[in-house]
T-cell receptor
């Protein structure tokens, strides 16, 4: 399977703590994207990092990419209960947005 | 950005029947994508739908089981044929759009299908 792996599968933290999720993939990529999904609903695009970038920030989100290790991490700082969701990485190795999704991390942020 | 709607939002169907899912986008797009998300799993790309040509299916998915139509640049349908309980999934369509000067993929809200 081409699918990427994410760890941890589930993460439970308290509000205000940081959450780190890791993603590993198998092939060379054009870009890597992170998505959030609330309760089995539609996906929300969070951030895209290109293969020639190493780090990206967006608000409380920080994404790193290590193409030599074929891995990425998503850091959510100062987490909130509203951050409770499943988070997926997805790689695009064609440049045409045909995404290969990771297995996902279920994040639970308790008040 | 692109706003995507899907119909139905959910359905419960009997095995052996077929269901057609509609995806409507508020702007013209070249490519539309159909994904399947099995219970508790990640998303898997079923096919890419281009207007004016046959859909391109990913490994493990065939046209007889998942026929797709793409009659214009804002609309597509995915049919799940001869359903079995293993087809119970969320089906999502997506398109590529622009936001903040960058390309990104926008997803519809999904159709939750349960096959009895």
């Amino acid at each position: 399977s081409q699918q990427g792996e994410e760890d941890p599968q589930a993460l439970s933290i308290q509000e205000g703590e940081n959450a780190t999720m890791n993603c590993s993939y198998k092939t060379s990529i054009n870009n890597l994207q992170w998505y959030r999904q609330n309760s089995g609903r539609g996906l929300v695009h969070l951030i895209l990092i290109r293969s020639n970038e190493r780090e990206k920030h967006s608000g409380r989100l920080r994404v790193t990419l290590d193409t030599s290790k074929k891995s990425s991490s998503l850091l959510i700082t100062a987490s909130r209960a509203a951050d409770t969701a499943s988070y997926f990485c997805a790689t695009d190795n064609t440049g045409f947005q045909k995404l290969v999704f990771g297995t996902g991390t279920r994040l639970l942020v308790s008040p | 950005s692109a706003v995507i709607s899907q119909k139905p939002s959910r359905d419960i169907c009997q095995r052996g029947t077929s269901l057609t899912i509609q995806c409507q986008v508020d702007s013209q797009v070249t490519m539309m994508f159909w994904y399947r998300q099995q219970p508790g799993q990640s998303l898997t790309l079923i096919a890419t739908a281009n207007q004016g040509s046959e859909a391109t299916y990913e490994s493990g998915f065939v046209i007889d089981k998942f026929p797709i139509s793409r009659p214009n640049l804002t609309f597509s349908t995915l049919t799940v044929s001869n359903m079995s309980p293993e087809d119970s999934s969320i089906y999502l369509c997506s398109v590529e759009g622009r936001r903040g000067g960058r390309n990104e993929q926008f997803f519809g809200p999904g159709t939750r299908l349960t096959v009895l």
